[in-house]
């Protein structure tokens, strides 16, 4: 069993930052990706960023310049430190892990945390 665990969302003005973390615990053999998505009220989920085991990180242009993501493979979590942030950030922010667990070594499964709201007033 794998438990994605967020924190860090919250209002802020345009212009503002905010920081998101994301943990992953559980039987975890190996993370192959982990990253962000977020969903806006009436809108699909999209990509934000995401990172790889090989340290290739994958930026929508949306948010390139603005937003960093980084890991901390001890402790098997990433942050999303977003800054200059715009009302059309405003949305559900999910972390999103490809992981393979002790027992399914061989084919990573998806795993979704529960969601951060964040939201940025004009």
């Known amino acids: 069993q794998v438990h994605l665990v967020e924190s860090g969302g919250g209002l802020v003005q345009a212009g503002g930052s905010l920081r998101l973390s994301c943990s992953a615990s559980?039987?975890?053999?190996?993370?192959?990706?982990m990253g962000w998505y977020r969903q806006a009220p009436g809108k699909q989920r999209e990509l934000v960023a995401t990172?790889?085991?090989?340290?290739?990180?994958n930026y929508s242009d949306s948010v390139k310049g603005r937003f960093t993501l980084s890991r901390d493979n001890a402790k098997n979590t990433v942050y999303l430190e977003m800054n200059s942030l715009k009302p059309e950030d405003t949305a559900v922010y999910y972390c999103?892990?490809?992981?393979?667990?002790?027992?399914?070594?061989?084919?990573?499964?998806?795993?979704w945390g529960q969601g951060t709201q964040v939201t940025v007033s004009s």
């Open positions: 999103n892990a490809a992981i393979m667990t002790y027992y399914s070594r061989t084919r990573a499964v998806d795993y």
């Open positions: 559980g039987t975890i053999f190996s993370i192959r990706r």
């Open positions: 990172l790889t085991t090989g340290s290739n990180t």
